[in-house]
């Protein structure tokens, strides 16, 4: 088992899983309350950046070159190695570390494929072999990975072909990477790597990468966990979301608990090769992200439905289409939902393709579509799929919707009635202005809710909760005095006038009809 000596660690502890023969977990020593950080790793044992993401992300501190759509962000240019011209840096620093840490055993590798870039998890399976080679991982991390789970029979019978892909994976990274372990190792250790990873991702839950850390391995699954791992550049905490018994154990999810209970069963039957048996899945499929509109019983049409939406979405994701190619298709399979009459505004996917649609008009710079969409997330969708205020998704989402509403504002402030400007046009910007929206009060608003939240979320010591705070300064700073003045109350007057801007927005944008029990959310109106 990993070592938890030196991990900050004294809040939980390992343990057997009552009732489950030979499966081990991590359990609280101590009652632990929402919003707390349980352990924190400096440094994964393995974090890898995966093909998609290369061009734009540092492969030490995994900053994003085209950072996060924010005010006063700085654009960030990487440097790409030299050596191998595969990964890239943010500077000499992350350069530096990176190549002490892991890269100086991979660069030569990665530059005889040239022009060829290995895939994400032969690239993860290559560098642990060297790590190991080289005595970089603890015996005891090691031994950890040895004694995890492989599954490599059901990954033989599951899929030939993938099976076959996985076999010829591991037998090239025997080679490169010059290991004396014998290809039937490897070929374990590419199983333990893909059945025990978790997805690397950013503060605002972008996936990235991939990443290993034995400790985090330990942490069983629930479909209503009480813990998240929270990414800060390289380090890695583990935070409750929910209140935490003294000897109860510690749950991460390892699918998308929003998903129809069919869907997260399949999921981690095809992923993980279990049947959950969790508290929630107990109920079947008679929770509310199960539910249709009501009078509309399920039906085999509806069921094709969902499947052609998460299809939809699966090929945004997987494919290189640019964003004015992904858009029609994903506009399409979310109108097909809205016109079907059955779909609730937050049952899966809908919302997935809201969250996609998003990211693609961002990158097209309809700002004003982006927005729309943005917003009925924050009052329809969110309240109900992440009740808890303080969970570092729902925070994410408020700061993408606060940085968005900045852009725009910018954007508004720098042209006129009479300006013709083609890309404000496309975006949307124009078309906004019959709402008469106080920018500034409404980031004010929105920065004030997820300012109040964040120690929470991500913990007072992120580099996320630092952005946020210091953006916050910076946006009060810049308001009228009269406005920087204002009481409590006049303040909460002010915000409750914009929120009502804002759902007249939604509504008349989106048709969106809260009788179906999508529930309101009067959003950041308790900060003013």
């Known amino acids: 088992m990993p070592s938890l000596e030196g991990r900050q660690d004294s809040k939980v502890y390992q343990a057997p899983c009552e009732g489950v023969p030979g499966q081990r977990g991590l359990f609280a020593a101590v009652a632990i309350p929402p919003g707390s950080e349980i352990l924190s790793i400096a440094c994964p044992m393995l974090q890898v950046v995966d093909s998609a993401h290369l061009v734009n992300t540092c492969d030490r501190c995994f900053v994003e070159e085209i950072a996060t759509l924010g005010p006063n962000t700085e654009v960030i240019r990487l440097k790409t190695c030299q050596g191998c011209r595969v990964v890239r840096y943010c500077g000499k620093t992350c ?18 494929l040239q022009p060829r870039i290995l895939p994400t998890p032969a690239r993860a399976l290559v560098r642990l072999l060297k790590l ?6 603890t015996e005891a991390d090691w031994a950890a990975v040895l004694q995890s789970q492989s599954h490599r029979e059901d990954f033989k019978a599951m899929d030939p072909v993938r099976w076959q892909d996985m076999c010829l994976m591991s037998q090239g990274a025997a080679a490169y990477s010059g290991t004396r372990l014998s290809v039937d190792e490897v070929i374990d250790l590419c199983c333990k ?3 025990n990873s978790m997805t690397l991702m950013t503060s605002l839950f972008d996936p990235i990468g991939l990443c290993m850390e034995p400790t985090i391995s330990l942490i069983n699954h629930s479909c209503a966990p009480n813990a998240t791992v929270i990414f800060d550049r390289q380090r890695l905490a583990l935070r409750s979301v929910e209140p935490v018994a003294q000897g109860h154990e510690i749950t991460l999810t390892y699918v998308d608990t929003t998903d129809p209970y069919p869907r997260r069963q399949r999921d981690l039957r095809d992923r993980y090769f279990f049947a959950c048996a969790c508290a929630k899945c107990q109920h079947g499929p008679t929770l509310r992200e ?30 290189s289409a640019t964003a004015s190619q992904a858009i029609p ?3 399409e399979a979310a109108n097909a939902l809205r016109r079907s009459a059955a779909w609730p505004l937050d049952r899966q996917p809908w919302p997935g393709l809201r969250a996609i649609l998003v990211v693609k008009y961002l990158a097209a710079q309809r700002w004003g579509d982006a927005l729309k ?19 570092p998704v729902r925070v994410g989402h408020l700061w993408r919707l606060a940085c968005l509403v900045h852009l725009i504002g910018n954007l508004a402030r720098t042209t006129t009635e009479t300006t013709t400007s083609h890309t404000l046009d496309a975006g949307g910007v124009h078309a906004l202005r019959k709402y008469n929206l106080d920018y500034k009060m409404i980031v004010w608003g929105l920065l004030c809710e997820a300012d109040s939240n964040v120690d929470a979320s991500h913990g007072a010591d992120s580099h996320f909760a630092r952005m946020l705070h210091a953006l916050r300064s910076r946006v009060v700073a810049k308001m009228p005095p009269e406005v920087r003045s204002l009481a409590p ?13 804002l759902r007249a927005l939604v509504d008349e944008a989106d048709g969106t009809d809260t009788a179906d029990g999508a529930g309101v959310h009067s959003g950041g109106m308790d900060d003013g």
Request: proline letters at 9%; hydrophobic letters at 40%.
């Open 489 to 501: 109350p006049a303040a909460g007057r002010r915000l409750a006038a914009e929120w009502t801007k």
């Open 373 to 391: 969409h943005l917003l009925v997330a924050y009052f329809h969708i969110d309240p109900l799929q992440v009740p808890r205020p303080s969970h």
């Open 193 to 195: 790597i893909i059945v």
């Open 132 to 137: 190991h080679q080289k005595g970089q991982i």
């Open 290 to 319: 199960d539910h249709f509109l009501p009078g509309r019983p399920p039906s085999p049409a509806l069921f094709a439905l969902e499947e052609q939406g998460y299809a939809a979405y699966d090929a945004a994701e997987n494919n």
């Open 95 to 112: 350069q530096e570390q990176a190549w002490k840490a892991h890269h100086k055993h991979e660069c030569r590798i990665f530059a005889r």
């Open 329 to 331: 298709a994903l506009e």
